[in-house]
């Protein structure tokens, strides 16, 4: 599992997902995490408090992440 956490302003996810033709820097993402890993992204975000974007499900190699076309130890 690979977290990230900001403390920042967060947004409303709803906006994003209803939205798709101005934000597609999530769904590319989403989209890149799948293809390269099999993985998924969680996106969790509260107005004033913050976002976590949570990324699970990617493919291990002997130890390592596979990471587009590097491996990086874990």
Known sequence: VVKVVDDGIGFYKEVIDE???LHIGIKNV???IKLMTD???D???R???GTEVIITN??????SIEWSGR???T
Do not use: A, M
Request: charged content about 40%; aromatic content about 4%.
């Open 58 to 63: 990617y493919n291990q190699v002997e130890g």
């Open 19 to 21: 939205d798709k033709n």
């Open 71 to 73: 491996l990086l130890k």
């Open 47 to 49: 107005l004033d408090k």
């Open 39 to 41: 993985g998924n992204v």
């Open 43 to 45: 996106i969790i975000s």
């Open 30 to 32: 989403k989209e890149r």
